[in-house]
């Protein structure tokens, strides 16, 4: 199994590493992959020194799986290079992710329809993979009319620079300003850049990506898209309309139900999900479920992931497994 890791250098691609390591992923020959100016680094991975190299000895090394983070510029110039030499992609960017001819993947929700042919197969937004997830199940059983959505999102999401913007504006030193503004002890409502709707790519992308991997485009959607100071995980308050009356013990049952999901709410001790403890897991984590009493058939909840993780690293690894476990590559 031949395995390429493109972006192996940023902050995403160093925990594809990790994940590939700690899912003791089959790899027989491992090709570490950057731009030009990364060509030549080391970079170690299961005690083993590799040598970064260019897109094209990638190509021409024909891996079956190549995972990409590497930005969408990269992702459609070289996915359909690495496709034609017979290597599937799984790209993280958001390049290919409403691609009418592309599948949108979280393996635990429709990973069985992949097959032989899907040789680009996209990740979906960190901010939507944790949703969708905690979502899969209750929308199965009741139907979603409605999502009203406020994600608290890590700096980590924008990349290194934003931590160390982040963390140069905690010691008052002199930083390179990635956001418009300061982000410590500050929030801004801006994530991704502004369109003529006055809504954010980031706040589309939790709509539009939604309704693909749900396959129902008749689920109404509006959302708020928030970077706050944190570097642990994305955090989400998720207002549900559901179509069909519920239980709220049936609501619990569905989400222990659902893989990946992990339970934390007890009010009465103060249990809830927060990015600092979410922070290097793999699971998604959902607490403050209660009944929304001014709308008929209405939930709420509160969704925290390692965005790094299950919203990027982890998620294409899954995906990779999952090809691998059914005979895909």
């Not at 032989?116 to 199940?137: E, F, G, R, W, Y």
């Not at 999502?147 to 608290?152: D, E, K």
């Not at 999901?261 to 699971?283: F, R, S, T």
Request: charged share 25%; with cysteine; net charge negative.
């Amino acid at each position: 199994m031949k395995v390429a890791v493109v972006g192996a250098t940023g902050m995403v691609g160093n925990v594809m590493l990790e994940v590939l390591k700690e899912f003791s992923f089959p790899i027989t020959e491992l090709y570490l992959v950057a731009s030009e100016r990364s060509v030549g680094k080391k970079i170690q991975f299961a005690d083993k020194e590799y040598t970064v190299i260019g897109l094209q000895d990638a190509v021409d090394k024909a891996p079956q799986i190549a995972i990409f983070s590497a930005g969408g510029t990269i992702s459609k110039e070289w996915a359909p290079k690495f496709a034609a030499a017979g290597t599937t992609v799984i790209d993280n960017s958001s390049a290919w992710r409403m691609d009418a001819d592309k599948k949108l993947i979280v393996p635990e929700i429709n990973g069985d329809v992949l097959t032989l042919n899907d040789k680009i197969i996209a990740n979906p937004n960190c901010s939507t993979i944790q949703m969708v997830l905690a979502l899969k199940n209750i929308h199965k059983r009741y139907g979603i009319k409605r999502l009203v959505i406020s994600t608290y999102q890590s700096v980590t999401g924008t990349g290194v620079k934003a931590v160390e913007q982040m963390e140069g504006e905690r010691i008052n030193k002199e930083v390179e300003m990635v956001y418009p503004y300061p982000i410590d002890k500050n929030c801004l409502p801006h994530g991704g850049d502004f369109d003529d709707t006055g809504y954010t790519t980031e706040e589309t992308k939790l709509v539009n990506e939604t309704r693909k991997i749900l396959s129902d485009p008749s689920i109404q959607i509006t959302a708020t898209v928030v970077r706050v100071p944190v570097v642990g995980g994305h955090s989400e308050s998720i207002n549900v309309e559901l179509k069909q009356p519920f239980e709220l013990t049936d609501i619990y049952q569905e989400l222990k139900n659902t893989s990946g999901i992990v339970i934390q709410d007890n009010p009465d001790v103060n249990l809830y999900p927060m990015p600092k403890y979410a922070e290097g897991k793999n699971e998604v984590f959902v607490g403050r479920i209660r009944r929304d009493f001014s709308v008929e058939n209405g939930l709420n909840m509160w969704v925290v992931a390692d965005n790094l993780r299950k919203g990027a690293a982890t998620n294409a690894v899954q995906i990779a497994q999952h090809l691998v476990d059914n005979n895909l590559v």
